[in-house]
Structure formats: structure tokens, C-alpha cells
């Protein structure tokens, strides 16, 4: 029993090494990998500002939001837009609090409209993306390499 103890202890140790600069880039680049797979299958080709048939008919139809102020027209140019510009600053760790914050918006959306037996995955999504809000970008990412720092300080 101590041989299993001492051994989870040392993988405790080793994970307790890791930086937190690693588990930012797994979260970004996983949170990024979603969002865009999604948006991908809201356009036709790359014009990113015209969701396709399917799209505005989803929108239209299925994901119809009464307590938006905003048409369903709107949400789905929104939807579409907000989910390639997002992924892509997750992605590029460029504005990452921006987009984790608006991806996250879109998740509380996503879950309060039409996939209310989806919560875990959703809570899940939320959870990945707080961290990152939280945490921010880490090293490996634009924002760390173009922030300004104190003169003297390591880059």
C-alpha cells in the first residue's frame, strides 16, 4: 500500500510542475477547435459575414430567443461571426480574455435556448473557458509576447 501511495505521490509532484502556461494552451487551442468546427458549418466557403440557408433557418426556426431584443436574422450573422473571430483570437492567444469572455457568452446562450440536455458539455465548455478568463493566455501567445512590460523586466 505505501509503494501505491509513494507512487501517487510522485505523480502528484510531477503534475504539480507542469506550467500553467501548458494548460492554457491545451484549453485555448481545444476551446478554439470547437468553436471553429462550428462556425465552419454555419457558411458556405469563407465569407464569414453570410451565414448559409441552414444556418438562418436554424435560427429562424429552432433557435428562436424571445428574451433577445434582436432579431433572429441578427443572431445568426452574430452566432456566425462571433464564433470564427473568437476561435481565432483563442487560438492566436490574440485578445484571449475578449474571446473566452464572448465564447462564453455564447455557451449561456447556446444552453439556455436549445440544448438543455446538452449542460454537461456545456459546463464543461464554461468551466475551459473561465480558466482561461481567469488565468489569461499564458506564454505561448500573442498577448504575452505584445503586452508591455516595466523596463528591466524578463520577456
Not at 15 to 27: E, M, N, T, V
Not at 47 to 56: D, K, V
Not at 92 to 97: A, D, E, H, Q, S
Request: net charge negative; proline share 5%; charged share 15%.
Amino acid at each position: 500500500m505505501n509503494k501505491i501511495l509513494d507512487l501517487y505521490q510522485r505523480g502528484v509532484q510531477l503534475a504539480q510542475r507542469l506550467p500553467d502556461s501548458l494548460l492554457s494552451l491545451g484549453l485555448r487551442l481545444s476551446m478554439a477547435g470547437i468553436f471553429w468546427q462550428s462556425a465552419r458549418t454555419k457558411v458556405d466557403g469563407w465569407n464569414i459575414f453570410q451565414p448559409n440557408e441552414n444556418t438562418l433557418y436554424l435560427f429562424e426556426d429552432l433557435y428562436h430567443t424571445d428574451w433577445l431584443p434582436t432579431s433572429d436574422v441578427f443572431e445568426a450573422h452574430a452566432a456566425t461571426l462571433g464564433e470564427h473571430v473568437f476561435a481565432v483570437m483563442l487560438f492566436l492567444g490574440l485578445g484571449t480574455r475578449l474571446g473566452a469572455l464572448g465564447l462564453l457568452g455564447m455557451t449561456v446562450v447556446i444552453q439556455s435556448v436549445n440544448a438543455l440536455s446538452a449542460w454537461p458539455t456545456h459546463l464543461l465548455w464554461a468551466s475551459a473557458l473561465l480558466v482561461i478568463l481567469v488565468r489569461g493566455p499564458g506564454l505561448f501567445s500573442l498577448d504575452h509576447w505584445l503586452a508591455p512590460r516595466p523596463l528591466g523586466a524578463p520577456g
